[in-house]
């Protein structure tokens, strides 16, 4: 992969000399760090589960962090499949994750959002300086991921377009895809249920709450769904020319066989009869193995499994509600 299609993330982690994984423990740590000693000078309950909600910010910091190297070897697994199928591979390899005026602008409207939850959150002082810091952290991180995902489908059209030899009876090479596409959506998923952990009851009816938790799945739905699209665009058109095909020899059979009746008439024998007509049934058949052909790059598996997924955070949800849960502290 070229070396300048990195995401902002990992160019981010990548320029410390440790490894990412190093790197992100002690951003969390750090993060988590002015939580425990606020909770090691006060020993209320109210202000511990006070604090327990503050640490939602650092623990969705670690998470996407965490997750990032994971999602990206995912990507250049699927983006590498794609090469040896591409009629110009040269496209696959142009840069496409340049930070500009895109960037900047998912940046700027992530810490607009920050500020906005930040200063109707009922805390002041260091409390509000520590909140507006990591929150300005967490929507950073998040815009940047959410436009680095709209570059990458923007990037995977672009491939598509450029020419791609498929087989519509063989998804095998566009497995990795969609695996790319189940990690969105899991990742996704994962940070939504995390994120729950630290919410009370009352708190996810705010409008707050409302807008973050529509933003993610929107999101997660979006970006799902654009990183298989121009897949199962190029199927659909493989599909068509199948189809095409089939059809205009399924019409010259026909056309035989009706110019053969015309000229026997009643007359036709049985075997010239099973001779014209075995073409047609044939391709008939062929054509409606081609309709069924499904023209989506995932397997009845993935898609069960993203469905299964959702269920981890609508049953934190559902528990958080009927319960009343607030969390540890």
């Known amino acids: 992969m ?52 503050l640490a939602m910010a650092p623990a969705l910091i670690g998470f996407i962090l965490g997750v990032h190297a994971w999602l990206q070897a995912r990507w250049r697994r ?21 930070f500009g005026l895109g ?38 991180l998040m815009g940047l991921v959410i436009h680095d995902g709209l570059c990458r489908s923007g990037h995977l059209k672009r491939v598509v377009a450029a020419g791609l030899a498929l087989d519509l009876f063989d998804r095998t090479p566009l497995m990795p895809m969609a695996r790319f596409g189940q990690g969105v959506s899991l990742t996704f998923v994962g940070g939504i249920s995390l994120s729950l952990l630290f919410q009370s009851a009352a708190s996810l009816y705010t409008v707050q709450s409302l807008v973050i938790y529509s933003i993610l799945i929107v999101a997660s739905l979006t970006l799902f769904f654009s990183s298989i699209w121009s897949i199962h665009v ?77 269920v981890a955070p609508v049953l934190i949800y559902g528990i958080k509600v009927a319960m009343g849960l607030s969390g540890p502290g």
Do not use: C
């Open 234 to 310: 190029a199927l659909l058109a493989a599909q068509q020319r199948e189809l095409a095909a089939v059809r205009e020899q399924w019409g010259r059979a026909r056309a035989a066989l009706r110019r053969q009746q015309e000229q026997s008439g009643p007359g036709l024998g049985a075997e010239e009869a099973a001779r014209l007509y075995h073409p047609l049934v044939v391709f008939g058949t062929f054509e409606r193995q081609v309709l069924e052909a499904s023209t989506w790059p995932f397997n009845p598996k993935i898609v069960k499994e993203v469905t299964a997924s959702l």
């Open 2 to 53: 070229n070396t300048r299609n990195q995401t902002q993330i990992g160019r981010l982690l990548g320029w410390l000399p440790v490894p990412p994984a190093v790197v992100v423990f002690v951003i969390t740590g750090l993060l988590v760090l002015p939580l425990v000693l606020m909770a090691l000078t006060d020993d209320s309950a109210a202000i511990h589960q006070g604090l327990w909600r």
């Open 103 to 140: 960037a900047w602008a998912a940046v700027l409207l992530g810490a607009a959002l920050a500020v906005w939850i930040s200063l109707t959150l009922p805390v002041a002082g260091a409390r509000f300086v520590y909140v507006l810091a990591t929150n300005l952290v967490l929507f950073a």
């Open 78 to 98: 699927a983006i590498d499949a794609l090469r040896p199928l591409s009629r110009q591979p040269g496209v696959i390899d142009q840069p496409y994750l340049e």
